[in-house]
Each structure stands twice: as structure tokens, then as C-alpha cells.
């Protein structure tokens, strides 16, 4: 038992698929990056820290990656190295570039 028929994986494709595209869409940092320039909220929670426990970083998408985000703070002129770990979720002001293949 245990056997996975051959079928299910020899008729996946990934040819129809853009090629600028990575084959998953729905990580996060995919639909940051097709927001970048966009002002959100990032609300964090850092559970090893009782005095910065909870934080909200507003600002706007820089950069984003699988592990962290960058994102810059007009108003302080700080810029924010977010650990993609702690991140529990983002608000937008505005609608969202946001596409599934």
C-alpha cells in the first residue's frame, strides 16, 4: 500500500503558466510584490517579548520575500525589515492587485 499512481503526477502541467510567473501564486510575498508601492498595515505579534508584543508597521511596500518584508515609513522615515514569521496579517487602504491562477 502506499503507492501514489503514476497518473496523478504525469498529468500536471505547468505549461499554460506565464513563464515571469512562479508556478504558486497565492504566497503572500507574490501579492505584496504586486502591490509594491501601496501603503499597508502589517500587524505582528512577537510572542517571546512582552513589552513589543504586539505591533502594527504602516508604511509602504518596498520589497517582499518568501522570509521578510521591507516597507518604509513616509511619515518617520524609518524603514522596516518585517520577519515574515511574525506577521499575522495585512490591511490595505485601498484595493489590492491580487490574481490565482
Not at 55 to 79: L, N
Amino acid at each position: 500500500g502506499g503507492n501514489i499512481p503514476n497518473d496523478i503526477t504525469s498529468n500536471f502541467s505547468t505549461s499554460n503558466l506565464p513563464p515571469d510567473l512562479p508556478m504558486e501564486q497565492s504566497y503572500v510575498e507574490n501579492i505584496l510584490r504586486r502591490n509594491k508601492g501601496k501603503v499597508a498595515s502589517f500587524y505582528m505579534t512577537f510572542p517571546d517579548s512582552n513589552e513589543w508584543r504586539d505591533r502594527v508597521f504602516t508604511g509602504v511596500i518596498e520589497q517582499a520575500a518568501r522570509d521578510h518584508y521591507v516597507v518604509s515609513d513616509p511619515k518617520t522615515g524609518k524603514w522596516y525589515l518585517l520577519l515574515a514569521i511574525y506577521l499575522d496579517y495585512i490591511v490595505f487602504e485601498e484595493e489590492i492587485n491580487y490574481k490565482v491562477i
